[in-house]
């Protein structure tokens, strides 16, 4: 799976130096009793009303990839609530499946609220099915990033997560793109996930999604010390950038 997006600007609620404001996307329109077209995309950028809440807790290793553009339902024949798009910040879309009911799935959504899912029920040829072997697993309480490779323990690492004041959301999440600013800054890669800050609506004319990025201090590991978003020491960073999109991540107090 492709895992590198050419971007001019990053997008995520990071702590210290604010990235670089990226061009907002076109408004979307509300769902309703409206028609395919009139839907609002299921983006990093957008909120989705009326879509299922995802409560789960382990790590879904089936991913899909979007190759025609996705009607989003609230249940299985039920209510149209978005479009899900080929792409995601210049990188296909891949998102996990965490469940099945006949030819519906339901997958894990990168819009706003946190834990947005939704159905879709792929015609053939519309998707491209896979398995991921890894998964990534923050905890918080401990500051500690752990990296796993099917049964293998790929690293654990210390790593810098949210204040009090700007923590970390958890639940269960998804490595959405992986960045590579074209400018210089605190991180030669930048990973938004599938989950936004609760506390900032914005940063730095972004939407506020979460990612895992690098920085420059390692005295900050092991810290509360962002605004959101994990901090990850440099050779975790190379580990995490051969992760395939649309991978789990999971993120626990």
């Known amino acids: 799976m492709p895992v590198t997006a050419l971007l001019l600007g990053v997008l995520t609620a990071c702590g210290g130096e604010e990235p670089a404001a990226a061009p907002p996307p076109p408004a979307g329109q509300a769902a309703g009793k409206q028609g395919p077209a009139k839907l609002p995309e299921a983006t990093t950028y957008t909120r989705v009303a009326g879509a299922p809440r995802d409560t789960g807790t382990t790590a879904a290793n089936s991913v899909i990839r979007v190759l025609k553009k996705q009607v989003v339902y609230d249940r299985p024949d039920g209510k149209p609530v978005a479009m899900l798009p080929i792409t995601q910040l210049g990188a296909p879309t891949w998102v996990p499946v965490v469940e099945t009911s006949g030819e519906w799935r339901r997958v894990l959504l990168p819009s706003r609220p946190n834990g947005t899912s939704g159905w879709v029920r792929p015609a053939e040829g519309t998707v491209r099915s896979a398995k991921t072997p890894y998964a990534v697993r923050v905890e918080l309480g401990a500051r500690r990033l752990r990296l796993t490779n099917g049964r293998t323990t790929v690293g654990t690492w210390k790593v810098a997560v949210g204040t009090a004041k700007h923590p970390t959301p958890t639940g269960r999440t998804f490595l959405l793109a992986v960045l590579k600013p074209q400018r210089g800054g605190y991180s030669p890669l930048i990973m938004p996930l599938g989950s936004h800050s609760n506390t900032l609506e914005t940063f730095g004319g972004g939407p506020g999604t979460v990612g895992l990025h690098g920085w420059p201090d390692a005295k900050v590991f092991g810290q509360a010390v962002t605004h959101g978003c994990v901090r990850v020491p440099s050779d975790a960073?190379?580990?995490?950038?051969?992760?395939?999109?649309?991978?789990?991540?999971?993120?626990?107090?």
């Open 237 to 253: 960073l190379r580990a995490l950038a051969k992760v395939p999109l649309g991978s789990p991540v999971l993120v626990t107090a």
